[in-house]
């Protein structure tokens, strides 16, 4: 009896550890609560900034329950500091500080049926990204949420998460 019972928590066990990614789920609200919170960046993975071999990109993402977000982070962490102090970068070194470093805030929306989350963007590092919309594919793997960035770069969408070439994996930070 023993035996047969250590054998089924076995299988249990290894089921939930190859078990794949659970879907998100339809109730928008349920997903709404899910989101809310403070996420830091743990990977970059795909084609694009933050995918160099030694990048390690940070960053964090904080959505509230008023339907308001807030992201920020760098794509590499040898960033190296102005010579001449704080806020006393040359051009070239504004430029580099620039081209490795993002932020945006604004509102977002969530399409539960078709899992994902649009950041309508108010205020942005670079100017263009105002007034645009950034839509992520995303699913949950315990404290974790996988966006898949939907935009194709010729003004389209990817139909569906697979056919994305660029995935940011979040972890939740939790209340201390």
Same mark, same amino acid.
């Given at each position: ?5 250590l054998l089924w928590n076995v299988l249990l066990l290894s089921l939930l550890v190859v078990a794949p990614a659970a879907p998100v789920e339809s109730n928008p609200q349920a997903v709404t609560s899910r989101l809310v919170g403070t996420w830091r960046l743990i990977a970059i993975e795909g084609t694009g900034r933050g995918t160099a ?6 960053? @964090?993402? @904080?959505?509230?329950? $008023? ?10 962490? *040898? %960033?190296? +500091? ?13 430029? =580099? ?5 993002? +932020?945006?805030?604004?509102?977002? $929306?969530?399409? =539960?049926? +078709?899992?994902?989350? $649009?950041?309508?963007? !108010? ?8 007034? $645009? ?9 315990? *404290?974790? =949420?996988?966006?898949?960035? +939907? !935009? ?7 139909? %569906?998460?697979?056919? =994305? ?5 979040? !972890?939740? @930070? !939790?209340?201390?």
């Open positions: 009896m023993k035996l047969s019972s071999p030694g990048d390690h990109p940070k960053g @964090i993402i @904080i959505y509230d329950n $008023t339907g308001h977000m807030a992201y920020q982070g760098i794509y590499t962490v *040898n %960033r190296p +500091a102005f010579a001449k102090g704080l806020d006393a970068g040359t051009m070239e070194e504004k430029v =580099a500080a620039y081209d490795t470093y993002d +932020a945006y805030f604004g509102t977002y $929306t969530v399409d =539960a049926k +078709a899992g994902t989350v $649009t950041h309508h963007v !108010e205020g942005a590092l670079p100017p263009g990204q105002i007034g $645009t919309n950034k839509v992520r594919y995303f699913e949950f793997q315990g *404290n974790r =949420a996988i966006y898949y960035i +939907a !935009e194709d770069g010729k003004g389209g969408l990817y139909p %569906r998460k697979e056919d =994305a070439i660029r995935r940011l994996i979040w !972890e939740r @930070i !939790e209340p201390k």
